[in-house]
């Protein structure tokens, strides 16, 4: 009798305790992120605040992350930080949960421009950070180096080694704004056009690499000049000052990256809570002051370094400003730069 009361006691409190800890879900949340992308004192600060284990896992494109949620990831994983150049698909391809914004107080931290996003995506999307893709160099080695993405697709502007991004839109890309094309041009003779001058550069290159590892190969040396992203250029020239970034003039990418929940998050809740807390304007400076990527949330201005506001390749000039172009979304189209990548990369 004494034993089954006992029981009985030991699982009310079960049914107590995990009711509290948010509705039969465990203190873990799973982020799949782009490596190098959130300060670890975000993760730090939340687990200690929120009393949970925070897991991350990386990828160095959309493309991976795309994959590996096809593969059953959306279980797997809670948290997602989508470029809107793929967010579109990513919803039509259900792979990530509508947003509950009453669990959302801080949305109203985003700048106006940011609140609303084309398509209805603004229900599955949460602006993260924003940023330019363009070239890096080092002005130790190539100080004179032409502002052109000829410098990869002309062999006869070639000014030493390099390497080109291992993410089909963004390589492709860089070669149709050389061409005079839009980055996100669906039109298949545009990318016919650009196929030989890409197998040529791809040929004369040192290889695709991302982002994070591109930054590593000029510090290194072993690169002259690499595709890049801004951010990840300016927080790398805090270690190295012959490090220079710019805008081709032919124009380049402006991207836009967002997290989002997966539609069958494991931590629905938490992962709601962590959103919320990363829209904080404390902690929203705290990201940017670390990724050196702008920020979408304008309550955080106030606490984001004043010598960043103020640099060119967080916050690009007018003059820049004009050149840029958002990455989006190529639908169905992004056949037709999958069939070209598969060409560079089956040599
Ligand atoms: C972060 C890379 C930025 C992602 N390491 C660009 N969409």
């Given at each position: ?69 096809q593969?059953n ?13 793929i ?12 947003l ?30 924003w ?35 291992d ?7 860089a ?150 172009e ?22």
């Amino acid at each position: 009798m004494r034993g089954r009361f006992l029981l009985a006691v030991f699982l009310l409190t079960l049914v107590v305790l995990t009711s509290v800890t948010g509705n039969g879900q465990d203190r873990t949340l799973i982020l799949y992120i782009w490596s190098d992308y959130i300060d670890p004192k975000i993760i730090k600060d939340f687990e200690k605040r929120f009393q949970v284990r925070v897991i991350t896992s990386l990828y160095e494109s959309d493309d991976d992350m795309f994959a590996k949620l096809q593969l059953n990831g959306t279980k797997q994983y809670d948290l997602v930080v989508p470029s809107t150049s793929i967010g579109k698909r990513m919803v039509l391809s259900g792979l990530v949960r509508k947003l509950e914004r009453g669990k959302l107080p801080n949305l109203k931290n985003l700048a106006a421009n940011f609140r609303v996003l084309p398509g209805g995506l603004s229900d599955y999307l949460v602006p993260y950070q924003w940023g330019t893709m363009g070239v890096a160099y080092r002005t130790d080695r190539v100080p004179k180096l032409e502002r052109s993405w000829g410098v990869f697709f002309d062999p006869a502007k070639q000014a030493g080694p390099f390497v080109m991004l291992d993410v089909p839109h963004e390589t492709i890309g860089a070669a149709l704004r050389y061409f005079g094309k839009s980055l996100n041009s669906t039109n298949p003779s545009d990318l016919k056009a650009v196929l030989a001058p890409l197998e040529s550069a791809t040929r004369r290159s040192l290889g695709f690499v991302g982002g994070v590892e591109a930054g590593s190969r000029l510090l290194s040396g072993s690169v002259s000049y690499a595709m890049a992203y801004g951010g990840n250029i300016v927080k790398l020239s805090a270690e190295n000052n012959n490090l220079g970034y710019f805008i081709p003039k032919e124009g380049s990418e402006l991207f836009l990256d967002t997290i989002a929940i997966t539609k069958n998050a494991p931590h629905s809740d938490l992962a709601h809570a962590f959103i919320n807390y990363l829209l904080d304007p404390r902690v929203g400076a705290r990201l940017s002051n670390y990724n050196r990527y702008a920020t979408p949330n304008a309550a955080a201005k106030p606490f984001i370094r004043p010598e960043d506001l103020r640099n060119p390749i967080m916050y690009p000039l007018e003059q820049d400003m004009k050149r840029l172009e958002l990455i989006e979304d190529l639908g169905d189209a992004a056949r037709l730069y999958d069939a070209v990548w598969t060409r560079l990369k089956t040599r």
